[in-house]
């Protein structure tokens, strides 16, 4: 079956714009992950939802960064304010269930984020 | 904060000869599992081995894993250059926040044809 899926797959932006990014997980999958991941670093947890609602979203860097999914399906995060520092892969990943820790994670291709 | 960190940073093996990656990290854990990812983009799950496990395999992969030392190990036997990627561990907490997964710096593997 299809994998996870992100969109867009690059998307170059200037300081100050808003931008979202798409994230479409496994069909079943009640879990949905966001990470960041900047040059020459593992990823970082950002986000979690399980079903509609944010579990855990105390990887957000700041106020700027907000993620919402709504019928707890489709993931969309949303940067305000764009800055530099903020280019990077941001990456989404789904599985079965999140609360046992024990569901394997599956990513997605990613989205490369640059801040001009 | 990144809890795991692998050793070596750069790895850069013959075509045919076995690569060992090591991950070391710091607290209590349900699982730790490896992935592989090429180009910067997305990571592909290649083993998950449990708290309560030492030794896991499949096909070309081997993973020990030792929760006294807190570390665990990948081996890739017979390597390819297809093999050449990016390696990270990734561990899961046995405490609260036990869905994430916290990654290490990762190794770059290179395998010469």
């Known amino acids: 079956g299809a994998g996870v899926s992100q969109t867009p797959s690059n998307k170059v932006t200037e300081k100050g714009k808003y931008v979202e990014l798409r994230c479409d997980p496994i069909?079943?999958?009640?879990?949905l992950y966001w990470y960041r991941q900047s040059l020459g670093q593992g990823p970082e947890f950002l986000i979690y939802f399980q079903g509609t609602g944010a579990a855990d979203d105390s990887g957000l860097p700041n106020d700027r960064f907000f993620a919402v999914r709504p019928e707890g399906s489709v993931s969309t995060l949303k940067i305000q304010r764009t800055e530099r520092g903020d280019s990077a892969v941001y990456l989404c990943?789904?599985?079965?269930?999140?609360?046992?820790?024990?569901?394997?994670?599956?990513f997605g291709p990613g989205t490369r984020l640059t801040v001009l | 904060s990144q809890q795991g960190e692998e050793d070596p940073q750069a790895l850069s093996i013959q075509e045919g000869e076995n690569a060992t990656m090591n991950c070391s990290y710091k607290?209590?854990?349900?699982?730790l599992q490896w992935y592989r990812q090429n180009s910067g983009r997305g990571l592909v799950h290649l083993i998950l081995i449990r708290s309560n496990e030492r030794e896991k395999h499949s096909g070309r992969l081997r993973v020990t894993l030792d929760t006294s030392k807190k570390s665990s190990s990948l081996l890739i036997t017979a390597s390819r250059a297809a093999d050449t990627a990016s390696y990270f561990c990734a561990t899961q907490y046995s405490g609260a926040g036990s869905y994430q997964l916290t990654f290490g710096k990762g190794t770059k593997l290179s395998v010469i044809p």
């Open positions: 990943a789904s599985s079965l269930s999140g609360a046992s820790g024990r569901s394997e994670q599956f």
């Open positions: 069909s079943g999958h009640t879990a």
């Open positions: 607290t209590s854990i349900n699982n």
